[in-house]
């Protein structure tokens, strides 16, 4: 059960990064990754979900404020505004740095790089001063469209929220399955919360974070999960790395099984709906910018029942 993060060694992490490797899996010029498994019949099963016609947004407001979660905060400055005599108009203009522990975005293919190459066994090289030669954000400008899944931990374990540092296993994410009544598939968007911002509210920030232990990718990879989302980061932090730091889920999920992820999710309001409504599966939909080269794209997720 969840617990402070077990040691992991970096050979451990090798073994598991070669065991859930999706290099080649569709062919040697990819650069889309698991999503792949999000195919036609896997949109229909999605639109059959929409039910209710109830729309959760997923995502946090773009944070202006500099904190310690956030260093980089979103700069927003008025160009034309109503208060200036004679306006005729407003706008604006906004400036984000996507990557980080503040802002709801979508991690590319090209973010993590695991001992010089990144996804399918390209060198790290190929991104370069001008953006992402391969892997960009780019692999999802149609859109990416699935079956939503939401496992939430603390629910499932009877607690409010998950303390930083404490990490959730294979038979954690079984547990909360049953707790859910849903089952994870391939091609799904899987959602894991945490309580981080409930936490937040109510104890104040803290160092760290739940979230996943890097011992949990074998499961997700044989469950063939499309895309991974969190209320925080999805690794687990303090992660259980030798040597202190690092972010394994990271530098498995995305180099290695060719998974996007969703960091600094807002599943609170979704977590409620699902409960008032009885069933944690929704239709997912991401639209990420259409950032050439890009290595990341702020996202607005929407659930829609």
């Known amino acids: ?40 019949a896997k949109r229909l099963q999605a639109s059959e979900l929409v039910i209710e016609g109830v729309s959760v947004s997923c995502a946090l407001p773009l944070n202006t404020v500099g904190s310690g979660e956030n260093p980089r905060p979103v700069v927003h400055l ?23 522990m503040a802002h709801t975005h979508l991690d590319a293919l090209c973010h993590i790089f695991y001992r010089g190459q990144m996804y399918n066994g390209r060198p790290a090289s190929m991104v370069t001063s001008a953006g992402a030669l391969a892997n960009s954000i780019e692999a999802g400008k149609d859109g990416i469209v699935s079956r939503g899944v939401l496992l939430d931990i603390p629910r499932s374990i009877g607690k409010d929220w998950l303390e930083p540092g404490e990490a959730i296993y294979a038979e954690d994410l079984e547990a909360a399955e049953m707790a859910m009544h849903v ?24 160092q760290g974070l ?15 999960v499309a895309v991974l989302g969190s209320d925080g980061v999805s690794d ?26 969703i ?34 794209s702020p996202v607005n997720p929407i659930a829609l029942f």
């Open 1 to 40: 059960m969840t617990g402070p993060a077990k040691p992991i060694s970096r050979d451990e992490v090798d073994a598991i990064f070669q065991e859930v490797s999706n290099w080649g899996r569709w062919g040697s010029d990819d650069q889309c990754g698991a999503l792949n498994l999000i195919t036609p």
């Open 78 to 100: 008025m160009q034309n505004a109503g208060d200036v005599e004679g306006a005729t108009g407003s706008g604006d203009y906004f400036a984000i740095a996507s990557h980080g």
């Open 183 to 206: 089952r994870v598939e391939e091609g799904d968007i899987l959602l894991v919360r945490t309580g981080r911002h409930v936490r937040r509210a109510k104890a104040g920030s803290a």
């Open 210 to 224: 739940g979230g996943l232990h890097a011992t949990a990718l074998p499961w997700l990879h044989r469950r063939g």
């Open 236 to 261: 687990v932090m303090p992660s259980g790395m030798e040597g202190g730091g690092g972010l394994p889920v990271h530098s498995i999920i995305i180099p290695s099984m060719g998974v996007h992820l």
């Open 263 to 296: 960091d600094n999710m807002a599943l609170d309001e979704l977590e409620e709906t699902c409960d008032r409504l009885d069933r944690y599966e929704f239709m997912l939909t991401l639209a990420p910018l259409k950032l050439l080269r890009g290595t990341a």
